[in-house]
């Protein structure tokens, strides 16, 4: 079983940036790509963005390539998305996901793990 754990949400004025964090309890953290998505008020869960197991190739939704950069650190099991210039539009509950395929996806069902989310704020 693999836990994963956000932190790094909060209020934050529109234009701001926040810097989200993802640790995982799993010894083999290098083998799995990871994912960001979002769910908004009254809204679907939405694809953020994805990166593969070695960290060498990421994938954003167009309109958040740019302001949004997902990293990792192996060696810290951890999986970050750095937000910049943040619209109140953003705002939502954000969550990390693991894949036991490395390969990148962008749907909820191509993800085994899931954190219990952290929430985001911005304000205008």
């Known amino acids: 079983q693999v836990e994963l754990v956000e932190s790094g949400g909060g209020l934050v004025q529109a234009g701001g940036s926040l810097r989200l964090s993802c640790a995982a309890s799993?010894?083999?953290?290098?083998?799995?790509?990871m994912g960001w998505f979002r769910r908004a008020p009254g809204k679907e869960r939405e694809f953020v963005a994805a990166i593969t197991p070695s960290g060498g190739t990421t994938f954003y939704t167009d309109n958040r390539k740019g302001r949004f950069t997902i990293s990792r650190d192996n060696a810290k099991n951890t999986v970050y998305l750095q937000m910049n210039n943040l619209r109140p539009e953003d705002t939502a509950v954000y969550y990390c996901a693991g894949s036991r395929l490395s390969v990148l996806g962008d749907r909820s069902e191509d993800y085994d793990y899931w954190g219990q989310g952290t929430q985001v704020t911005v304000s205008s």
């Open positions: 799993v010894r083999t953290f290098g083998s799995y790509a």
